[in-house]
C-alpha cells in the first residue's frame, strides 16, 4: 500500500512538474494560429501571422545574424573547452592550475551584467589605444558568447575525460601511437557524445544570449533576442507568437536528432569495447 502511494505522489508530482514547464509552451503555440491581434482573445484559427513573420525582413535579418554567431560561438567555444578540459584533467598539478580553473568557470558564476559591462569597457580602451576594433558588433558579440560558452564546454568535456577509462590509450601508446594519432582516433571517438552535448549547450546559451548582446553589440547588429525584446516591451504580438513556435519545433527537432545520434554513438563503442 505505502509502494502504491509513493508511485502515485510521485506521477502527481511529475505530472504538476511537467505541466508547469510544457502547458504555457502549448498555450503559446495555440495562441500563434490566433486570428486576433489580441493574444488573450480568441479570434479563431488563422495562419496569417506566420506569413507576416516570413514577410518580416528585420527578423528574418535578425534571425540569420543569431543564427551566424550561434554557430561560429559554439563552434570556437568547443575547440577551447577541449583544450582547457584537457589541461584540467590530464595535466598534473601545475603552478597556479586553481586560479587557471576558477578563470575558465568564472563566466558561470558571474552575473552577465558584469561580464557584459566588463567586456564592454575593454573593447573600448582597445579601440583607444589600438584603434581594434573599429566598432562594435558581430566580432565582439562573438567574442563575449565564447568567453560565456567556452565555460560550459569546458565542465563537459573535463568531466567526461576525468571518468574516462586512459587503459585504451595506455595500450595504443605502449604500441608505439603518438599522442597525437592517440587523440583524433582514440579519445575523440569517446568523449563524442560530450562534445556534441556542449556544443549543443553553447549553441543554445548563444542564441538565447540578451544581455551580453546588448552591451557589446552596435548599429546594425541586433540579434534575435534583442528584437524580441524591444518588440514585446511595446505589447505582446501575435507575430512573435509564431516566431517561438518556430523556436520550439526546431529546437525539439534538433534535441531529438542529436540524442538519437548521440545513442547509437554510445551503443556503437559500446559493442566494439565488448568485442575487443
Known amino acids: 500500500m505505502n509502494g502504491k ?83 584540467l584533467a590530464r595535466f598534473g598539478p601545475f603552478q597556479s592550475k586553481s586560479l587557471f580553473a576558477g578563470m575558465i568557470t568564472a563566466p558561470m558564476v558571474m552575473p552577465e551584467v558584469i561580464t557584459g559591462l566588463s567586456m564592454l569597457l575593454l573593447f573600448v580602451e582597445m579601440q583607444q589605444w589600438f584603434g581594434f576594433p573599429a566598432e562594435r558588433g558581430v566580432l565582439t558579440i562573438w567574442v563575449g558568447h565564447v568567453t560565456l560558452c567556452m565555460a560550459y564546454v569546458t565542465v563537459v568535456i573535463r568531466s567526461r575525460l576525468v571518468e574516462m577509462d586512459r587503459s585504451v590509450e595506455e595500450a595504443a601508446m605502449d604500441l608505439g601511437a603518438r599522442p597525437l594519432k592517440i587523440f583524433f582516433q582514440i579519445t575523440l571517438p569517446i568523449i563524442a557524445p560530450a562534445i556534441a552535448s556542449s556544443l549543443l549547450l553553447a549553441f543554445t546559451l548563444s542564441i538565447d544570449d540578451l544581455v551580453i548582446t546588448a552591451f557589446l553589440s552596435g548599429p546594425g547588429s541586433t540579434t534575435l533576442p534583442q528584437l524580441i525584446f524591444s518588440r514585446v516591451r511595446l505589447g505582446l504580438n501575435p507575430e512573435i507568437n509564431a516566431l517561438a513556435t518556430i523556436t520550439v519545433l526546431a529546437v525539439t527537432v534538433l534535441v531529438i536528432g542529436a540524442n538519437r545520434v548521440m545513442v547509437k554513438a554510445e551503443l556503437r563503442r559500446v559493442r566494439l569495447a565488448a568485442a575487443t
Open 5 to 87: 502511494n509513493i508511485s502515485g505522489f510521485g506521477k502527481l508530482s511529475l505530472s504538476l512538474v511537467f505541466s508547469f514547464l510544457y502547458v504555457p509552451i502549448l498555450i503559446l503555440i495555440a495562441y500563434s494560429f490566433n486570428a486576433s491581434k489580441l493574444v488573450t482573445v480568441w479570434g479563431g484559427f488563422s495562419k496569417q501571422w506566420y506569413t507576416v513573420l516570413f514577410n518580416d525582413d528585420a527578423v528574418v535579418s535578425a534571425f540569420g545574424l543569431s543564427l551566424q554567431i550561434a554557430l561560429l560561438s559554439s563552434a570556437m567555444s568547443v575547440v577551447l573547452g577541449i583544450l582547457a578540459g584537457l589541461v
